[in-house]
């Protein structure tokens, strides 16, 4: 029988593609707390035990309890791609080989190239990036991701809390830290 395994887990957390994930870092929904003017990230995995040729994401509306919708266009889908490590650098220090996270393909560029593949038993992160609005009303938006894997269902909820604070906008100039000298090329 086809199944599908779907879990959350904190955007800072690195899954790499075909490492098994531990359960005390699996989260089952999606929980998001931001004030207005931000953006915050989430990572949905997907692992079937078959092999995927299309895999699609349906975000359901995003609603208050007072039926207030949270704007979908704030939020941009990314399919994750891989990058296969063979060798530790004599830079790295983490120790390990394997398919790290790389890019992050535009949702839509995915399907529309059909790289929206999945193989068995392998992680693969769908991301959202959510940005609050500054006239986003303050509350909690829930609603449903559902995962489709060639036509087998998984969903897992989502909440959205905004906060009635704002951050300013603010002009900055984009810049480039080097904590560690020997990565910079001569």
């Given at each position: 029988?086809?199944?599908?395994?779907?879990?959350?887990?904190?955007?800072?957390?690195?899954?790499?593609?075909?490492?098994?994930?531990?359960?005390?870092?699996?989260?089952?929904?999606?929980?998001i707390a931001a004030v207005k003017n931000s953006y915050e990230l989430c990572q949905t995995i997907v692992v079937p035990n078959f092999d995927v040729a299309n895999c699609e994401m349906?975000?359901?509306?995003?609603?208050?309890?007072?039926?207030?919708?949270f704007d979908e266009t704030h939020i941009e889908k990314y399919y994750q791609r891989y990058i296969e490590v063979?060798?530790?650098?004599?830079?790295?220090?983490?120790?390990?080989?394997?398919?790290?996270?790389?890019?992050?393909?535009?949702?839509?560029?995915?399907?529309?190239?059909?790289?929206?593949?999945?193989?068995?038993?392998?992680?693969?992160?769908?991301?959202?990036?959510?940005?609050?609005?500054?006239?986003?009303?303050?509350?909690?938006?829930?609603?449903?991701?559902?995962?489709?894997?060639?036509?087998?269902?998984?969903?897992?909820?989502?909440?959205?809390?905004?906060?009635?604070?704002?951050?300013?906008?603010?002009?900055?100039?984009?810049?480039?830290?080097?904590?560690?000298?020997?990565?910079?090329?001569?």
């Amino acid at each position: 029988m086809n199944s599908v395994e779907i879990f959350t887990t904190w955007n800072t957390e690195k899954v790499l593609q075909d490492r098994s994930v531990p359960q005390e870092i699996k989260q089952n929904a999606v929980k998001i707390a931001a004030v207005k003017n931000s953006y915050e990230l989430c990572q949905t995995i997907v692992v079937p035990n078959f092999d995927v040729a299309n895999c699609e994401m349906v975000l359901s509306p995003l609603k208050s309890v007072e039926g207030i919708l949270f704007d979908e266009t704030h939020i941009e889908k990314y399919y994750q791609r891989y990058i296969e490590v063979k060798e530790i650098s004599v830079w790295e220090n983490n120790g390990k080989t394997g398919w790290f996270p790389d890019i992050l393909l535009p949702y839509d560029v995915a399907v529309s190239c059909r790289e929206n593949t999945i193989r068995a038993n392998e992680n693969q992160a769908i991301v959202l990036i959510v940005h609050i609005d500054e006239n986003q009303k303050a509350g909690i938006y829930c609603g449903t991701i559902s995962v489709f894997a060639d036509g087998v269902k998984c969903e897992i909820p989502i909440e959205i809390k905004v906060y009635d604070i704002a951050l300013p906008k603010m002009q900055k100039v984009d810049s480039l830290f080097c904590m560690e000298y020997e990565f910079v090329e001569r």
